[in-house]
C-alpha cells in the first residue's frame, strides 16, 4: 500500500500538468500519502473530499459485502481512487484500486484497438469478406466485414443466445473452437449485413479469431506488444488461459438468501467480447490514450470515437465505446455485465472529465455511482446548464405556481404549498422526466418561456414563466 501511494506521489510530483481554458493546476496535493484513497486537490474543481465521494459508496463499505473500485480522471491525471468492500469473502480481503477486476464488455474497446491496429499495419482489409480470413463461416450476401464487427452491424447472432439455445451453460466448459463451430452453423443472420445495428458478442469473439489467424498472436500477446505495455499497463491481461493465476484477483458474487454466493466460473478461454482483466490504476492509464497516446495506435482517440455509419444514418457506437449525452453534455464510455462483474466508463471529454467504476456483485449499479460521482465534480458545470430553466412558472386557468431551480448539478421541480420537490431528469432536448411526469420547456427568441407537464392522470398542463 505504501509503495503504491509513494509510487503515485512521485508520478503526480514530477510530470508537470497542463493548463485547461485560463487556469491551472499548479500544486496538486496527494493526501495521506501513506494509505488510500488516492486523491488530488485540482484548484479547476468543485472542492471534493474523499468523504464525499465515501457517501456515494456507502453501501457497498458493509463488513462482509462485495463492493467496487472508483477512479476519477481530469485530463491525464487521476485525482481520486478507492476501494469498497471486499475483493473475495473466503479470505476477507478488501478491494483496492490495484485489484483485479474483469471488466466484462467494457473490455471491448480493448479488442477493437487491436483491429485497428492490425488495419493500420496493412495485414487486413477491414471491408473485405471476412471469409477470406475466417473461411469456414458462411458465405452471406452481403458479406460480413471486420469492420461491422466493430460497430454491431455484422447481423451475426449473439454467442450467448445461441448457446442459451443450445443448452449450454455457464457451467459447460466451451472453447473459442466450439464458438466458432456454433457460429458456422448459423445459415442465416439477423439481417443482412450493413443493413442494421444489434448489439452482438459474436462480433467481438471473431475479432480475438482474426488477430490470431493474422498474426499467429494471441490476442493477449498483440494487445501486450502494441497496446498495454507502451501504455505502461503491467497488470491487465486478456484471460485466454482458465489456469493462468492473477494475483490480487477480484471474485464476484451473487445474490442469494443467506447473502452473496460466488458467481463466476474459470471455464472459459474465449475473449475479446470479454475476458480482460485490468485494474483502476491501469485503466487510467488506458483512459490517458485518449488525451496524450502511447500506443502504437496512430490518431487513437479519433479512431476509438469515431461512430461507425450504416446507410444515411450515424450510429452511436464507435470502437467498442458508446457514444451519448449526460444532461446535455457529449459522453463517450461502455457498461459491463458478465458473470456477476459489472462495471461502466463514463467520459465527459469537454469537461476531460471521466469516472471509471468496477463492482463485483450482479445487482450493482456501477452505471448510476459514476454519474453520482460526475455529478459531485461537476455539479457548477450542471448548474450553468440548467440555470436558463429557472424561474417561477403559472398555470393561468388555476392560479397554480412551481418554481424550477437548480442545486447541486440537478433540476428540480417545486411547490411550496405542498411542499412537493421533485428532481427532473435530463432525458433529451428540453424534455425533462420525473416519476410517471413529464416536463417540456418551451422557448421564444432562444429564452425559455413556458413548460408543459404532462402525467396520466392530468393530460397535459401548461405553466407560463412569470416575468420579473
Known amino acids: 500500500m505504501l509503495r503504491i501511494a509513494f509510487f503515485l506521489l512521485f508520478v503526480i510530483s514530477v510530470i508537470p500538468l497542463p493548463a485547461i481554458g485560463t487556469g491551472t493546476i499548479d500544486t496538486p496535493k496527494l ?3 501513506s494509505s488510500l484513497p488516492v486523491f488530488v486537490d485540482c484548484d479547476e474543481l468543485p472542492h471534493v473530499t474523499p468523504a464525499d465521494v465515501d457517501r456515494i459508496f456507502s453501501l457497498y463499505s458493509l463488513p462482509g459485502s462485495p463492493g467496487c473500485a472508483v477512479g476519477v480522471m481530469f485530463r491525464e491525471h487521476l485525482i481520486f481512487a478507492n476501494g469498497y468492500g471486499m475483493a473475495n469473502l473466503d479470505y476477507d480481503l478488501p478491494i483496492r484500486p490495484d485489484s483485479r477486476f474483469l471488466i466484462a464488455s467494457v473490455s471491448k474497446q480493448f479488442a477493437a484497438a487491436a483491429l485497428l491496429m ?3 499495419e496493412g495485414k487486413i482489409d477491414l471491408d473485405a469478406d471476412i471469409r477470406k480470413y475466417i473461411p469456414e463461416l458462411p458465405r452471406y450476401q452481403p458479406a460480413i466485414t471486420p469492420r461491422q464487427l466493430i460497430h454491431h452491424t455484422s447481423g451475426l447472432r449473439d454467442l450467448y443466445n445461441l448457446l442459451n439455445l443450445a443448452d449450454i451453460g455457464l457451467d459447460n466448459t466451451t472453447t473459442t473452437d466450439d464458438a466458432i463451430e456454433l457460429l458456422s452453423r448459423q445459415r442465416q ?5 450493413g443493413s442494421a445495428h444489434i448489439y452482438s458478442n459474436s462480433g467481438y469473439l471473431l475479432i480475438s479469431v482474426l488477430i490470431e489467424r493474422i498474426t499467429g498472436m494471441t490476442l493477449d500477446a498483440y494487445s501486450q506488444k502494441h497496446l498495454f505495455e507502451p501504455s505502461g499497463m ?14 490480487n484477483r477480484v471474485i464476484s458474487y451473487r445474490p442469494m438468501p443467506f447473502g452473496s454466493g460466488r458467481f463466476y466460473r474459470d471455464n472459459m478461454d474465449r475473449v475479446g467480447a470479454r ?4 485494474t483502476l490504476f491501469d485503466f487510467h492509464l488506458w483512459h490517458s490514450n485518449f488525451i496524450h497516446n502511447k ?27 458508446r457514444t451519448g449525452r449526460y444532461k446535455t453534455l457529449h459522453t463517450v464510455g461502455h457498461s459491463g455485465s458478465y458473470m456477476g462483474f459489472v462495471s461502466d466508463y463514463i467520459h465527459i471529454p469537454s469537461q476531460q472529465f471521466a469516472v471509471a467504476v468496477f463492482c463485483n456483485q450482479s445487482n450493482f449499479t456501477p452505471a448510476a455511482l459514476s454519474r453520482k460521482v460526475a455529478d459531485l465534480y461537476l455539479a457548477p458545470v450542471f448548474d450553468d446548464i440548467f440555470k436558463p ?6 398555470h393561468t386557468a ?8 437548480t442545486k447541486q448539478g440537478d433540476l428540480f421541480l417545486v411547490h411550496d404549498e405542498t411542499e412537493l420537490k421533485k428532481r427532473l431528469r435530463w432525458h433529451q432536448n428540453d424534455q425533462f422526466e420525473s416519476d410517471a411526469w413529464s416536463l417540456r420547456f418551451y422557448r421564444h427568441s432562444g429564452a425559455v418561456n413556458r413548460f408543459t407537464i404532462q402525467s396520466d392522470q392530468a393530460g397535459v398542463l401548461t405553466f407560463y414563466l412569470n416575468e420579473s
Do not use: C
Open 31 to 33: 493526501h495521506d500519502p
Open 118 to 120: 492490425l488495419e493500420q
Open 189 to 193: 443472420l439477423n439481417f443482412p449485413a
Open 234 to 247: 503491467k497488470h491487465t491481461h486478456w484471460h485466454d488461459d482458465t489456469g493462468r493465476i492473477v494475483p
Open 275 to 278: 475476458g480482460l482483466f485490468t
Open 295 to 321: 500506443t502504437h495506435l496512430n490518431d487513437f482517440n479519433r479512431k476509438m470515437t469515431e461512430p461507425g455509419r450504416l446507410p444515411g444514418r450515424t450510429l452511436a457506437y464507435a470502437s467498442g465505446l
Open 389 to 394: 430553466y429557472e424561474g417561477v412558472y403559472t
Open 398 to 405: 388555476s392560479g397554480t405556481q412551481y418554481q424550477i431551480l
